[in-house]
């Protein structure tokens, strides 16, 4: 079973189109949960780390927030440079110290002019 | 800062060949990742070191498959032999602990086995 599940796996959006990605997780011990976007070819690119249920960060067109169970990537106005894949990992407290970070697959967005 | 280094960019090699895989990280990062990423299976982590030690190889997928650090700003993965399955792109990372900022990756090593 996925520890990371994102969703949908791929979206088209115009210009302009605002929407929503979605990243759900089953972990024991929260210790933080990542976005990443990744460009073709590229390897991912921090973006947000939220560790907290009900906290929110935001950079740009992009607001990230976070449940107890899931978090969202909320893109406002988005623009054809937003295209990108955007990556979530979670970060789980293991044995009192930093356990590593488990990626979802991610969700493919393209925004179309 | 340059970045996490990894080299080569690219390697196609022949079935059975030995494939050695590079990585500089970012100099004052003690920990270092090294990833596999698929269209099928995403990123995987295949093993992790803290301050040059190997720390958790459980993902590495069988005894073909090896990595060192030697000193804080090198580490190689090595594949031997090398098979077609192996096809991915290798990914290494590199943090400071206790770093809000999670991992810095560098741009991949895409392996194609034939």
């Known amino acids: 079973e996925d520890q990371v599940t994102q969703s949908p796996e791929a979206l088209r959006l115009q210009e302009g189109e605002s929407s929503s990605l979605n990243c759900s997780y089953t972990v024991s011990g929260l210790r933080g949960l990542f976005w990443y976007r990744q460009d073709p070819g590229k390897g991912p690119e921090f973006l947000f780390t939220l560790y907290s249920a009900g906290e929110e960060k935001e950079k740009e067109r992009l607001k990230a927030t976070l449940t107890k169970k899931e978090s969202f990537l909320h893109i406002t106005a988005p623009k054809p440079e937003d295209s990108a894949t955007y990556l979530c990992?979670?970060?789980?407290?293991?044995?009192?110290?930093?356990?590593?970070?488990?990626f979802g697959k991610g969700t493919k967005l393209s925004v179309k002019p | 800062d340059a970045g996490v280094i990894q080299s080569p960019r690219h390697e196609v090699t022949e079935m059975g060949q030995e494939v050695t895989l590079r990585c500089k990280p970012i100099?004052?990062?003690?920990?270092l990742f090294w990833y596999r990423q698929t269209m099928m299976r995403g990123l995987e982590l295949l093993i992790y070191f803290n301050n040059n030690v190997p720390i958790d190889d459980s993902g590495m997928p069988e005894d073909r498959f090896s990595a060192k650090m030697p000193n804080a700003s090198f580490s190689t993965l090595k594949i031997q032999p090398s098979e077609p399955r192996d096809s991915a792109v290798y990914f290494c990372?590199?943090?400071?602990?206790?770093?809000?900022?999670?991992?810095?990756f560098g741009s991949g090593t895409r392996l194609t086995v034939v």
């Open positions: 100099s004052g990062h003690n920990s």
């Open positions: 990992a979670v970060q789980e407290v293991k044995g009192g110290s930093q356990g590593n970070l488990i």
């Open positions: 990372a590199s943090r400071r602990q206790g770093s809000n900022y999670g991992y810095t």
